[in-house]
Each structure stands twice: as structure tokens, then as C-alpha cells.
């Protein structure tokens, strides 16, 4: 049975830093893009970043202040946040898709597997 976990959500203080995990079971994380995306109440659920074997993609709104990274070995995809800012603030889901292209897809209907989210809160 395929399943993504999501987990490390939390409350942190504006300017903190946050590590989300993104573990799979039943499949091989290593030949799939996965993508990190972020929903927050009202709004759609927007990509933030992915990875594939490939390349790493970020939103404009991420760079410099999230990086992904893949352990294959643990079949897990992390995401590391820094500077986080309310904004930021969201239930943070991870997704997954054997695909084969150059770059990751960045856009929710790309993606076949999904985790059930981990919430981010970002506030004093």
C-alpha cells in the first residue's frame, strides 16, 4: 500500500526554523518527483518546492529560506525551513509521481500520491 507520512509541523516564533519529513512506504522514493506543497485556510493549495532526481525547483517566495533534500537510504524527502514568516502558514502536505521528465512538476494535479499534511503555524 503506497503512503506518504508527513510529519514536524508545529508553532514556531516568526524568524525560527521548521524541518518537515516527508516518509514513504511501499514504493521507492528515488525514482518519483516529490513536491511540498502548503495550504492555508481559504486558499488553494499551492506547490512550494520538489525534487527529482534531477533538480530541486523553489517558489519565489521560498528561495533562500527552504531547501529539500532526499535520503533514499530512509526513503524520506525533508523539508527545511528557515526564516519562517506567518505568512508561511499552513497545513504543509507532501505528494508523489513517477515521472520522467527534466523537472519536477510544481502544480497539485501532477501528483498521484498524497500524505495527509502536517500543520505549520507561524506566530508570537
Known amino acids: 500500500q503506497v503512503q506518504l507520512v508527513e510529519s514536524g509541523g508545529g508553532l514556531v516564533q516568526p524568524g525560527g526554523s521548521l524541518e518537515l519529513s516527508c516518509a514513504a512506504s511501499?514504493?521507492?522514493?528515488?525514482?518519483?518527483?516529490i513536491g511540498w506543497f502548503r495550504q492555508a485556510p481559504g486558499k488553494e493549495r499551492d506547490g512550494v518546492t520538489c525534487?527529482?532526481?534531477?533538480?530541486?525547483r523553489f517558489i519565489d517566495a521560498v528561495v533562500g529560506r527552504f531547501t529539500i533534500h532526499r535520503d533514499n537510504a530512509k526513503n524520506t524527502v525533508y523539508l527545511q525551513m528557515n526564516r519562517l514568516q506567518p505568512e508561511d502558514a499552513a497545513v504543509y502536505y507532501c505528494?508523489?509521481?513517477?515521472?520522467?521528465?527534466?523537472?519536477?512538476?510544481?502544480?497539485?494535479?501532477?501528483?498521484?500520491?498524497w500524505g495527509q499534511g502536517t500543520q505549520v503555524t507561524v506566530s508570537s
Open positions: 511501499g514504493f521507492t522514493l528515488a525514482g518519483y518527483s
Open positions: 505528494a508523489a509521481v513517477k515521472y520522467a521528465g527534466l523537472l519536477c512538476p510544481l502544480v497539485p494535479h501532477e501528483y498521484d500520491y
Open positions: 525534487i527529482n532526481t534531477r533538480a530541486t
